[in-house]
Nanobody, 123 residues
Framework: QVQPVESGGGSVQAGGSLRLSCVASGRTFSMSVMGWFRQAPGEEREFVAG????????SHTASVKGRFTISRDNAKNTVYLQMNSLRPEDTAVYYC????????????????WGQGTQVTVSS
């Protein structure tokens, strides 16, 4: 299993950028689909982006396409979320999550979760 730990959150003005990082301990990182989720106050947690084991296949929810990019470095057991052109509606706690080894790409089935990192975008 993987144990994710997020970093890189903070406060930015609208139009700015942030890069979130997630270091995942465990020997199965390179065999695990990884993803980013977010939860705004009073809202349900939502899928933001996912990446397959090799990094060749990614998925981004419609509201972030063209602005956010998920990537991974298996040599560093790290997955990233580059966030550009941030908007106030992107304000949320962002969570990194992982699936068990060899599970396929999808928006569900994530079992291993980090503690989250706060992203605040002001207008």
């Amino acid at each position: 299993q993987v144990q994710p730990v997020e970093s890189g959150g903070g406060s930015v003005q609208a139009g700015g950028s942030l890069r979130l990082s997630c270091v995942a301990s465990g020997r199965t990182f390179s065999m695990s689909v990884m993803g980013w989720f977010r939860q705004a106050p009073g809202e349900e947690r939502e899928f933001v982006a996912g990446i397959d084991q090799s990094g060749d296949s990614t998925s981004h929810t419609a509201s972030v396409k063209g602005r956010f990019t998920i990537s991974r470095d298996n040599a560093k057991n790290t997955v990233y979320l580059q966030m550009n052109s941030l908007r106030p509606e992107d304000t949320a706690v962002y969570y990194c999550a992982g699936k068990p080894p060899f599970f396929p790409m999808s928006e569900t089935g994530y079992l291993y979760w980090g503690q989250g990192t706060q992203v605040t975008v002001s207008s």
